[in-house]
């Protein structure tokens, strides 16, 4: 089956499209992706760099992992929003965020990793009191 995935950042300046399916779909705890994301992990979905097509002016920012492989994030470059990401140890390939997906039918994650920096606030206890929308809430009422 080849789908094609349509995506795009927060104010829309960047979309992508990208042929699948992917290769594989991880959820990644380690502390950039937690700083990336601002929360306990990034979700992403694993393609061959050719099969997706991206438009959009995005920023980039390279750090060195821990197995000493150069690795780069690309956010669109005015809303910020993560829109991918790439590692010299598997080139050719290209990453995308799932939350950046229009949708995502048909994918969830096969597989978590660093689990290890996984904080204890990323997995919620039951009776965590969910709403299905925006409640009216406010503080100090
Ligand atoms: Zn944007
Ligand atoms: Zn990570």
């Given at each position: 089956?080849?789908?094609?995935?349509?995506?795009?950042?927060?104010?829309?300046?960047?979309?992508?499209?990208?042929?699948?399916?992917?290769?594989?779909?991880?959820?990644?705890?380690?502390?950039?992706?937690?700083?990336?994301?601002?929360?306990?992990?990034?979700?992403?979905?694993?393609?061959?760099?050719?099969?997706?097509?991206?438009?959009?002016?995005?920023?980039?920012?390279?750090?060195?992992?821990?197995?000493?492989?150069?690795?780069?994030?690309?956010?669109?470059?005015?809303?910020?929003?993560?829109?991918?990401?790439?590692?010299?140890?598997?080139?050719?390939?290209?990453?995308?965020?799932?939350?950046?997906?229009?949708?995502?039918?048909?994918?969830?994650?096969?597989?978590?990793?660093?689990?290890?920096?996984?904080?204890h606030w990323?997995q919620l206890d039951e009776d965590v009191t969910?709403?299905?929308?925006?409640?009216?809430?406010?503080?100090?009422?």
């Amino acid at each position: 089956m080849n789908n094609k995935y349509t995506g795009k950042c927060l104010c829309g300046a960047v979309t992508y499209v990208a042929s699948g399916p992917p290769i594989i779909v991880a959820q990644c705890h380690c502390e950039e992706c937690r700083r990336l994301s601002g929360t306990g992990h990034t979700v992403g979905a694993m393609f061959l760099s050719d099969s997706v097509v991206l438009s959009g002016k995005l920023n980039e920012f390279k750090y060195m992992s821990e197995k000493a492989s150069e690795v780069t994030k690309a956010f669109c470059a005015s809303c910020g929003s993560p829109i991918y990401g790439t590692n010299t140890r598997t080139p050719d390939h290209l990453t995308l965020t799932l939350g950046t997906m229009d949708d995502a039918t048909g994918l969830k994650v096969e597989v978590v990793i660093f689990e290890r920096d996984r904080p204890h606030w990323d997995q919620l206890d039951e009776d965590v009191t969910s709403f299905r929308t925006q409640p009216d809430w406010k503080p100090h009422e």
